[in-house]
């Protein structure tokens, strides 16, 4: 990095934590966020407390700890903040909110609703905890604007438990899909530009999910299980497999949902519409996506999305929104290497959020660099066209 590329990374930062340091209130716990930022985005192997505070001059960790475990601040403000700063670089009126969720592998049984449970960022069930993230994903650039830590009922029936980690009494047990809900109805409130809505199977399942997009009139392509019922109006209701095993060979369309490392993500896809029962001027359809090559069991997997959109959204449309699911994926990926979200060290409920939001800060940071960076602006134009990344 040359001296003046350095000038304009350290003057994009401060200008960033110019917008949240009035949430800090103290001079100390704000001279220590700062530093805890600059750590997060600096080239240190684990930015655990202790790391951090070797990076920051200190002797141990005792103010990074005290950032998060006592100081006086509200995670939730500076996640407005971080709203507010995304909106302001990244925002566009094609935007994507992704729901999606991903697991922190953790020893011991004291940490904020840890548990074996199934985690699919390790492709089984292991000691954990999980968070239900939002990411904002538009022509512009991606970042997570928002989490939350799911609570297992195993947590929330133990009051004791919760309190000695922090965890509010008027906290109660909520489903996955039901916090992906309060994120949404946050970021909807708060007036991020936003066509659609996409998730996986996990939450599209979910009725309750589904029917809290369309009351808002967000767009969405969710993923489904192959038993998903779909209503057919004077036909009756059917399994989705069993709809798309009997589309025609002509059906099938081979396009891409996206580039990927690889390249193109080409896949054969089919679309029927379900039922059009719904709100004026929208309809429900259902999108199939078949893989190209067999797996293991020599068979081509299926995938199924239910969509609802306005009248006439081509089927290309609905392809680049169910493809723009991976960008959450892309995401945390790069928050856990180059931002620390699964570095913490911490076991309270608080201090997990708060880690979490500074983490997703400087995380979105990076995004906006990289979307000002004339080299990123040029390897987007190429790869990601503004209205479409499908090909007709």
């Not at 992704?98 to 011991?108: P, Q, W």
Request: with cysteine; charged share 25%.
């Amino acid at each position: 990095m040359t001296a003046d590329d350095l000038q304009v990374w350290t003057s994009g930062l401060d200008a960033l934590f110019g917008r949240v340091a009035a949430r800090f209130g103290r001079v100390e716990p704000r001279r220590q966020a700062r530093a805890y930022m600059t750590g997060l985005l600096a080239p240190v192997e684990r930015k655990n407390g202790w790391q951090l505070a070797e990076a920051a001059g200190d002797a141990a960790p005792d103010r990074m700890q005290r950032l998060l475990n006592s100081a006086r601040w509200d995670a939730r403000e500076v996640r407005d903040d971080l709203w507010a700063y995304v909106v302001e670089n990244l925002g566009h009126r094609d935007a994507v909110l992704i729901v999606d969720e991903t697991g922190f592998l953790k020893k011991g049984t004291k940490s904020a609703a840890v548990q074996r449970q199934y985690s699919g960022t390790a492709g089984r069930t292991e000691n954990c905890q999980l968070g239900v993230f939002l990411a904002y994903a538009s022509p512009l650039g991606r970042a997570l604007i928002d989490a939350e830590l799911y609570l297992p009922k195993s947590w929330t029936e133990d009051r004791a438990r919760c309190r000695e980690v922090g965890i509010p009494d008027e906290v109660e047990f909520a489903t996955k899909p039901v916090l992906a809900r309060q994120m949404l109805a946050r970021a909807l409130e708060a007036g991020l530009p936003v066509s659609w809505a996409t998730a996986d199977e996990a939450y599209g399942m979910d009725s309750k999910f589904r029917r809290f997009l369309e009351q808002r009139r967000v767009n969405y392509v969710v993923a489904v299980p192959k038993s998903q019922t779909v209503a057919m109006g004077w036909n009756g209701d059917t399994r989705a497999d069993t709809l798309v095993a009997a589309a025609p060979p002509e059906a099938w369309k081979r396009l891409s949902c996206g580039d990927g490392a690889k390249g193109p993500r080409l896949y054969d896809w089919a679309l029927a519409t379900v039922r059009l029962e719904t709100d004026p001027g929208y309809q429900r359809r259902l999108l199939a996506r078949r893989s190209l090559a067999p797996n293991s069991k020599g068979e081509l997997e299926i995938a199924y999305y239910l969509c609802h959109g306005p009248v006439g959204t081509t089927m290309n449309e609905l392809i680049r929104i169910a493809g723009a699911r991976w960008a959450i994926e892309e995401c945390f990926q790069s928050a856990k290497n180059e931002t620390g979200l699964d570095h913490y060290q911490v076991r309270r409920f608080d201090a997990w959020h708060r880690h979490i939001t500074l983490a997703m800060l400087a995380h979105a940071y990076l995004a906006v660099t990289a979307a000002h960076a004339p080299k990123a602006q040029a390897a987007w134009s190429a790869s990601h066209p503004q209205r479409s990344v499908v090909c007709c």
